[in-house]
């Protein structure tokens, strides 16, 4: 079992920065591969970022392109989203989650390709 808290959600202005944080229960969770999920009032789930715990690879949702950066702390079991130019559009709650099969997240960048999940962080952008 893995436990993931997400934090560092708040209220921003828009092209404003936040940065998220998830830490993970669990030293084996380099084994996984870590994403960023988000949904907004009234849209389905959708995509964010993921990362390899171990390469370091990096996809990313063209919606966020060039203005996320996901990132991780192997010492810390921590794994960040760093959010710039924040647009209203943004506003959501962020779910970290954490999948075994790399290749899977890759391949589907769904919510069925991760295998936990933290409660979520709410980001709120305002215009």
């Known amino acids: 079992q893995v436990q993931l808290v997400e934090s560092g959600g708040g209220l921003v202005q828009a092209g404003g920065s936040l940065r998220l944080s998830c830490v993970a229960s669990?030293?084996?969770?380099?084994?996984?591969?870590m994403g960023w999920f988000r949904q907004a009032p009234g849209k389905e789930r959708e995509f964010v970022a993921a990362?390899?715990?171990?390469?370091?690879?990096?996809y990313y949702a063209d919606s966020v392109k060039g203005r996320f950066t996901i990132s991780r702390d192997n010492a810390k079991n921590t794994v960040y989203l760093q959010m710039n130019s924040l647009k209203p559009e943004d506003t959501a709650v962020y779910y970290c989650?954490?999948?075994?099969?790399?290749?899977?997240?890759?391949?589907?960048?769904?919510?069925?390709?991760?295998?936990?999940w933290g409660k979520g962080t709410l980001v709120t952008v305002s215009s």
């Open positions: 669990r030293r084996t969770i380099s084994t996984y591969g």
């Open positions: 989650a954490a999948g075994l099969d790399w290749g899977v997240i890759v391949a589907r960048r769904t919510g069925d390709a991760m295998d936990y």
């Open positions: 990362t390899n715990w171990n390469s370091g690879s990096t």
